[in-house]
């Protein structure tokens, strides 16, 4: 019976120290700083997915919009030097504009939009500054379109 009482004290004091461990490893939260389009309440994970999905529309990495502090040898994430970052800012703005003006968007519990109409890369396509395209004229056959030459100039009657 002592041994029984040894193992059942052993199991609630290692129980006690397990919760105990468990529960002061509440994950970190963490403040970014200079948010000013995306949520406050942005979670590590979903911050890395947002500006891991920009970087790789624009074909860019993070150097694009952010600089490097060296003294501090590591990325200065809050700064505004780069006015890259501003305009990514401009654009995130008028995406969701857009979005919720002409497409039907579902917002998770941040209020971020899940599915949209378009996106960074429905634009830049990989590319950090897209080309501006016209579109290409075509046209049907017959005179003067794509199915052939075009055709001849009046002739004027003989005898004028």
Not at 31 to 37: A, P
Not at 39 to 50: E, R, Y
Not at 96 to 120: P, V
Request: proline share 10%.
């Amino acid at each position: 019976m002592l041994i029984n009482r040894k193992i059942i004290a052993m199991l609630a004091l290692s129980s006690v120290v397990t919760i105990v461990a468990l529960t002061s490893m509440a994950p970190e939260k963490k403040e970014f700083k200079n948010l000013k389009v995306l949520p406050k309440n942005i979670t590590p994970k979903q911050l890395d997915n947002v500006m891991d999905n920009w970087a790789h529309s624009l074909g860019v990495r993070c150097t694009f919009c952010h600089v490097r502090d060296e003294a501090a040898k590591k990325m200065d994430f809050a700064s505004d030097a780069k006015p890259e970052k501003e305009m990514a800012r401009h654009m995130f703005k008028m995406m969701n504009k857009i979005n919720q003006k002409y497409f039907e968007a579902k917002k998770d519990s941040l209020g971020m939009i899940q599915t949209s109409g378009i996106n960074c890369y429905s634009c830049h396509r990989g590319e950090s500054h897209p080309e501006v395209k016209l579109p290409e004229v075509k046209r049907g056959p017959g005179p003067g379109g794509a199915g052939g030459p075009p055709p001849p100039p009046p002739v004027a009657p003989p005898g004028n």
